[in-house]
Structure formats: structure tokens, C-alpha cells
């Protein structure tokens, strides 16, 4: 902390490495998705839409063809599974929800708040560059978290409104889906606009062209796409066909 901030600073850096730690260790690991299954799944890019078939399987190209998967494969419609396995349910996927509100986020949150504070109070281009720096990274990490929240948000709406008993069940958890939507829309803004204006490289992205494994420099055209198809398509009604194991190809 010393050498990148100087003696002054460093106090207030290590500060902020503890404020931004203490944010992540709060996540809740999410079965494959907090690990290899985001990128497979694109799931910065992919719309989070009640009824996930429902965008035309033209418009839904731009990430499915990355997407590794196969034709039948159950997570194709519904986020909960993948192939034979059973990811996440929706009593874990709402309880894993409701950590990432009251405990993960709001450290996070609060982390970006104290460095807003502190970058225009350091003195010299090096101590505000590491500010800044950590700055844009904790907002990366933030839009992660919070896109592996609403995944977890939306197989606890979905499946809870698949389930439902009662008309007002089916209506709680219908509006529930919606305020996902919602912070989804916001948290999608957020990262493009952090890649559109940050000059720290907070990501890795492949320069020769997007791969299963890696996301391309045609991130933010992607995340342009989801928001419009989101906007489009997030008011039809939770649906997942049961039946998708048995399709052909």
C-alpha cells in the first residue's frame, strides 16, 4: 500500500482492500455459476426473461452459439439445471437471494461509496490512480455479484410461480420476477457503462474473437442486445417446457 499510495494514503487503500473483502466474502458460492458456468452461460449477456424461450432463437444467436450446451439440455430454458443436475432450487436459489441482499451487496455498495469518497481527496497521480483502479474493479465485482443474485432471484420466482396454489401466490411471484428484471436492467446499465467509460481493464476479454470460455470486445454490443430483448420480452409469464430432455435435434 505504501509503494503504490504513498505513506499518506496507505492507511486508506488497505482500508479499502478490507471494505471490498469483507463485500466478497459474504457472497454465497452459486453451484457453477459462481465459477466456470457464468462465462459458459453468459450470464452478464444473456437476458433474464421470464420465459426464456421465448425470444426467437434468431435474436437469441449472439449468445447461444457460445453457450455450452446442447440442444436438449434442460438449462436452455430453465437456469436451475444443467444436463442430469440439479443446480440450484427454489428454496436455495431465494435463500442465496436474500444473503446477496442483506449481506454481500450492501458491503460492496458501501465499499464504491468510501472510494467515491476518498479519490478526489488523494494527493498525486499515482495514489489516485490506485484509488480509482480498485475503484472500477470493486464495481466489476459488484455487477458479478449481483448478476449471480438475480439468477439465483429468478429460478426462486419461476419455479416459485410454476408451482404456486393460489391465484395470489402466482401474483407474488410474478412481481417478484419483475423487480429481478428490474435491478437486472439497472445492473446491466451499470456495466456498460463502467466498460464503456473505465479505462481500467477489469476483465479479460479475447481480442481474436469470443470463445465458450472467454468473452469477446463485442462485450457491450451483447449487453446493448440483452437490454433490448429484456425490455421486449420481460412481461410474458414464467414458463420452462418440462419436456426439453426429449427434444431432437
Known amino acids: 500500500?505504501?509503494?503504490?499510495?504513498?505513506?499518506?494514503?496507505?492507511?486508506?487503500l488497505v482500508e479499502a482492500w478490507d471494505a471490498v473483502e469483507e463485500g466478497l466474502r459474504f457472497m454465497p458460492i452459486v453451484p457453477l455459476y459462481s465459477n466456470l458456468g457464468f462465462v459458459w452461460y453468459r450470464a452478464w449477456v444473456r437476458p433474464l426473461i421470464p420465459n426464456l424461450e421465448a425470444v426467437p432463437e434468431e435474436e437469441r444467436l449472439y449468445y447461444d452459439r457460445f453457450i455450452v450446451t446442447?440442444?436438449?439440455?434442460?438449462?436452455?430454458?430453465?437456469?436451475?439445471?444443467?444436463?442430469?443436475?440439479?443446480?440450484?432450487?427454489?428454496?436455495?436459489g431465494q435463500r442465496m437471494a436474500d444473503e446477496f441482499d442483506e449481506h454481500a451487496l450492501p458491503?460492496?455498495?458501501?465499499?464504491?461509496?468510501?472510494?467515491?469518497?476518498?479519490?478526489?481527496?488523494?494527493?498525486?497521480?499515482?495514489a489516485d490512480a490506485v484509488f480509482v483502479d480498485l475503484r472500477d474493479r470493486a464495481r466489476a465485482l459488484l455487477y458479478w455479484a449481483t448478476a449471480q443474485r438475480n439468477t439465483c432471484a429468478w429460478v426462486a420466482g419461476v419455479h416459485g410461480f410454476l408451482g404456486a396454489e393460489t391465484d395470489d401466490e402466482r401474483d407474488e411471484r410474478r412481481d417478484y420476477v419483475q423487480q429481478?428484471?428490474?435491478?437486472?436492467?439497472?445492473?446491466?446499465?451499470?456495466?456498460?457503462?463502467?466498460?464503456?467509460?473505465?479505462?481500467?481493464e477489469f476483465i479479460l476479454v479475447s481480442d481474436v474473437g469470443e470463445t465458450s470460455f472467454i468473452f469477446g470486445e463485442n462485450l457491450g454490443e451483447n449487453l446493448r442486445r440483452k437490454l433490448d430483448?429484456?425490455?421486449?420480452?420481460?412481461?410474458?409469464?414464467?414458463?420452462?417446457?418440462?419436456?426439453?430432455?426429449?427434444?431432437?435435434?
Open 1 to 12: 500500500a505504501r509503494q503504490w499510495a504513498g505513506d499518506e494514503q496507505a492507511d486508506a
Open 70 to 92: 446442447v440442444p436438449n439440455n434442460p438449462n436452455n430454458n430453465d437456469l436451475a439445471r444443467d444436463v442430469l443436475f440439479e443446480l440450484i432450487t427454489q428454496e436455495s
Open 107 to 126: 458491503r460492496l455498495r458501501a465499499a464504491i461509496d468510501r472510494l467515491d469518497e476518498l479519490i478526489p481527496t488523494v494527493g498525486g497521480s499515482q
Open 180 to 200: 429481478m428484471i428490474d435491478l437486472d436492467v439497472e445492473n446491466t446499465r451499470a456495466l456498460l457503462d463502467l466498460w464503456e467509460t473505465s479505462s481500467t
Open 229 to 249: 430483448l429484456t425490455e421486449r420480452y420481460r412481461h410474458q409469464d414464467p414458463y420452462i417446457d418440462p419436456n426439453i430432455m426429449w427434444r431432437l435435434p
